[in-house]
């Protein structure tokens, strides 16, 4: 009963470094987002996407990239991290869009120092 | 600039007393909210929605109301639990939006329920 999986859970980087995060769902679902969520603030929405193949930007989608290859993989990708992108990152999906009900991962704490 | 407000940071309620959670928004042409509930370390969490042709929604010990002349929705838990201490998100989407698939989350309401 996996739901939404993320890795890894935490991360520390240096200015410029990159990384990947996974998120991977057991559903079937057809949309996946990547939410970033920072202290005394909402989530806000960086990207998501409504299909294999497909990829869209959200709010807040500057610095970040992301792939969906498979249908249950949904990668996010900082090429050149920033101290401004220390937050942590949430994956989630549903069946259709935002107004069915999404599952979240557990989140990726991530320091960019 | 934040569409969706939760002013209130922080709520204390008694195990078996009610909470109401507040969340006003700006935005007229939200449609569909939604409240999700978090706990420290996991991910957020559904916990119900309301479309904005219906005025009140409920689900066992949760009720949401929304009044649209006020912009104003509220979460009603009945009674309270200690189980029920987590942070809770008020969430807003309007059918036809320039930002896609964003959901404007406000900031939480931190709720603890006391034995």
């Known amino acids: 009963n996996a739901g939404v999986t993320q890795t890894p859970k935490f991360r520390v980087l240096k200015t410029g470094q990159s990384m990947t995060l996974l998120c991977a769902q057991d559903m079937n679902h057809e949309y996946m987002y990547w939410y970033r969520q920072d202290p005394g603030m909402g989530l806000r929405l960086i990207h998501y996407s409504v299909g294999e193949g497909t990829t869209a930007k959200g709010e807040v989608p500057d610095g970040y990239n992301v792939s969906r290859l498979k249908k249950q993989n949904f990668l996010l990708g900082l090429e050149s991290a920033a101290p401004s992108q220390t937050s942590v990152y949430f994956c989630?999906?549903?069946?259709?869009?935002?107004?069915?009900?999404?599952?979240f991962g557990s989140g990726t704490q991530l320091s960019v120092l | 600039d934040q569409q969706v407000k939760q002013n209130s940071p922080s709520l204390s309620v008694q195990e078996g007393r009610i909470s109401i959670l507040n969340c006003d928004y700006t935005n007229s042409m939200f449609d569909y909210f939604l409240w999700y509930k978090k706990y420290p370390a996991e991910g957020p969490t559904f916990l119900i929605s309301i479309s904005s042709i219906k005025d009140k929604n409920e689900d066992g010990r949760f009720t949401v109301f929304l009044n649209k002349s006020a912009k104003h929705l509220s979460l009603h838990i009945v009674p309270s639990q200690p189980g029920d201490s987590a942070v809770y998100f008020c969430a807003a989407s309007e059918m036809h939006s320039n930002s896609g698939y964003a959901l404007n989350f406000g900031k939480g309401t931190s709720l603890l329920v006391t034995p």
């Open positions: 989630a999906s549903s069946r259709s869009g935002p107004r069915e009900k999404l599952f």
